[in-house]
């Protein structure tokens, strides 16, 4: 099986437009559009996909992050950061095109993302990133893109990993977490595939 998209290549950079955050004063909202994906050969017995992007690049600890004067030191310990999480897409969808599932930031969270027919969204790491935040507080369910410290010394990978199963379903509701999916995912993945963006807010990161 295979994964690809018309907007990166493997290992190489996702575009600004697919991103939560871009350079601004320091930072700034972007596009927040999902990136192009699609996807063939899969196996015969497939009912159905789940697809997941996950950064394994986030910082463990929070004290030198988005803070004048300061930076998050390459060397510090990562950590997984959750950004899109779809179960139950249709086996006989084989594409995502660019911005149809995502186009654009909503405060306080997608609660309806858009995707395909049948299919359900679980929630990301946004919820509890914004959890303090009264402007933008909320329940985020589908993609938001990449949004790394803008004072981050590291370049963030972001996996976007594709699963064929061998049902139609997985039974879960719209908000589940990582770990309720990958409870219900194990003895059903007939076969799995995988892209890697990197991203970055800081021009001197490495």
Known sequence: MQLRSNDFQDGQPIPRECAFGKPGDPIALSDNRNPHLAWRDAPPR???????????????R???????GRTVSADLPRTD????????????????????????????GK???????????????????????????????????????????????YRFELHALDVSSLGLSPGFNREQLQQAMKGHVLASAALTGTYAINPDAK
Request: aromatic share 10%; charged share 20%; proline share 8%.
């Open 46 to 60: 497939t009912r159905s996909f789940v697809l997941t992007c996950v950064d394994g690049d986030a910082p463990s």
């Open 62 to 68: 929070g004290d030198d992050v988005n803070k004048q």
């Open 81 to 108: 950061f959750v950004h899109w999480l779809i179960a139950d897409i249709p086996a006989e969808c084989g594409e995502f095109g660019n911005g149809s599932c995502s186009d654009g930031v909503t405060a306080h």
């Open 111 to 157: 609660r309806a993302p858009t995707g395909p027919a049948g299919s359900h969204q679980g929630e990301n790491d946004y919820s509890g990133w914004f959890a303090a935040d009264p402007d933008m507080a909320g329940t985020y369910l589908g993609y938001d893109g990449p949004c790394p410290p803008w004072n981050d010394a590291r370049v963030h990978r």
